[in-house]
């Protein structure tokens, strides 16, 4: 007999006709399947929606990182927001926060729920089913919101390593179709996009962009974050130094899952640091709003 606490993820598995153990797991919701074989190819099994409780304590000691780290970036200027639209996604020009196919809305300095005082509330709804909301911030380089203008160019090409971290808040988790955090670098001609998308009513997993294929690749980590409660993720990337994407870890409430995949750049005439936070509308585009708190951003 056998666990899964997700697809072709066997936590626990044991001889017997019976079963009867501990499977450690962190606090999320699970679509567990108890499994059974006999000895002839056989198989039955049953499904179990389970949640995990717990609290992840937020810690006020941020991490030290070499280089620049930009702090509580969820407080600061240039946040831009922009509607994707099914089949192919891209930016809708002509759309409106106000909708009505899709409604999205940023709200800074609340206090509540926050842990630093002064999070940052995104919302997305509307009434076309699939529709994303993509917000950009472009922190060095072309149109940087925190001063770095970079005219030569300098700061982008000495930079290779990456750490975005984040805790978000959500009391409709379960209804959001994906969350995706990017990290993105523009230097000599070249773009790198560190895609990082949590599917959650998609299929609790991990996905991670193909820059060449234009396609999202997925990873086999799961996706449980916590509903309504705080979660803390931390996502690090490379630009190697033969110019290669590497896709180094993501850590969801204390568990890491190290990645170490490569991809190759696409060209491009940007030039500059930006890191994205995107919204996925479900089937029924339902309502939802998520909290985003002590956003970091380093980069050496």
Known sequence: MGVYTAPGVLAHQSNGATLNADVPL??????????????????????????????MAASNTAVSYPGTT???VQKDG???????????????????????GTTWS??????SPSISGSAAKFSIGGTSKYTDVLWN???????????????????AAGTHNFVYDVYFFGADLPVSQALEFDIN?????????????????????WDIWDNQGAKWHATGVPCHPNNNAWNHLVLKAKRTSDDHLLFQSITLNGYTANLNYYESP??????????????????????YSVYLDKLNFSYW
Not at 33 to 55: E, F, L, M
Not at 80 to 99: D, R, V
């Open 26 to 55: 962190n606090p999320g919701t699970y679509d567990t399947v108890v499994q059974a074989w006999d000895g002839c190819g056989g198989a039955s099994k049953t499904h179990i929606r389970i949640t995990v409780q717990g609290t």
């Open 70 to 72: 930009l702090t509580d």
């Open 137 to 155: 911030n472009h922190l060095v380089g072309d149109f940087s919101s925190h001063g770095k203008p970079d005219s030569d160019h300098s700061i």
């Open 185 to 205: 670098l523009f230097v000599n001609g070249k773009s790198y996009i560190w895609g990082h998308e949590c599917r959650i009513a998609g299929g609790h997993e």
């Open 78 to 100: 240039g946040w831009t927001g922009y509607a994707l639209l099914p089949p192919s996604w891209g930016i809708c020009a002509s759309c409106k926060p106000s909708g009505p």
């Open 106 to 111: 940023m709200g800074q300095n609340v206090s």
């Open 266 to 287: 696409t060209p491009t005439n940007w030039h500059g640091i930006t890191l994205n936070y995107q919204m996925d509308g479900n089937v029924s585009q339902q309502d």
